[in-house]
């Protein structure tokens, strides 16, 4: 018996779990629209990445690929609704503070930039985006005692820059 192509795997799979998939990103989201958005990016991923997931494991990875991409979501919402709230409490403030507030959020900005990547990438992902350092570790692929160095190097770096500010 010939083994299956790429695409008759794939729709093998897709017609297998794109139903319970969307039904665990449904109750997650609440939301019929984002959740079909999560699925198809979840297959499209799970299409780039399918020779390297393990035979037997596709359900596993379609799951934490969904869950991941809902929590990504979900961080971003969380950042652009504090982004919109300090937006109007700096409309309240005086200009001063104001431009005073955009020249510091600049040079951290800046100070951020010069962070070495595996740094910056770590501090952003804990501090911009709220992952823990487990879930860090297991994006990056990397142990969490990497993650923790990596992270007390950037607010290392950032410190002494800060004093500089």
């Given amino acids: 018996m010939p083994k299956p192509s790429k695409e008759q795997k794939f729709n093998a799979l897709?017609?297998?779990w794109v139903q319970p998939l969307f039904r665990f990103i449904y109750y997650k989201?609440?939301?019929q629209s984002l959740s079909e958005d999560i699925v198809q990016d979840t297959f499209v991923k799970f299409w780039d990445k399918m020779e390297t997931v393990g035979e037997g494991k596709e359900k596993a990875y379609l799951f934490a690929s969904a869950k991941n991409l809902f929590l990504n979501k979900i961080a971003h919402d969380k950042i652009v609704d504090t982004h919109m709230k300090t937006q109007t409490e700096a409309i309240v403030k005086s200009p001063h503070y104001d431009l005073e507030m955009t020249e510091f959020q600049q040079k951290l900005?800046?100070?951020i930039e010069k962070l070495p990547?595996?740094?910056?990438?770590?501090?952003?992902?804990?501090?911009?985006d709220g992952y823990k350092y487990r879930e860090i570790a297991a994006l990056l692929d990397?142990?969490?005692?990497?993650?923790?160095?990596r992270m007390s190097q950037a607010l290392?770096?950032?410190?002494?820059?800060h004093d500089k500010i």
């Fill in 142 to 149: 990397i142990s969490q005692k990497a993650v923790e160095k």
């Fill in 117 to 128: 990547h595996k740094q910056r990438e770590v501090f952003l992902m804990n501090r911009i």
């Fill in 156 to 161: 290392l770096a950032l410190r002494k820059l």
């Fill in 14 to 16: 897709y017609s297998e």
């Fill in 109 to 111: 900005n800046e100070a």
């Fill in 29 to 31: 989201a609440q939301d």
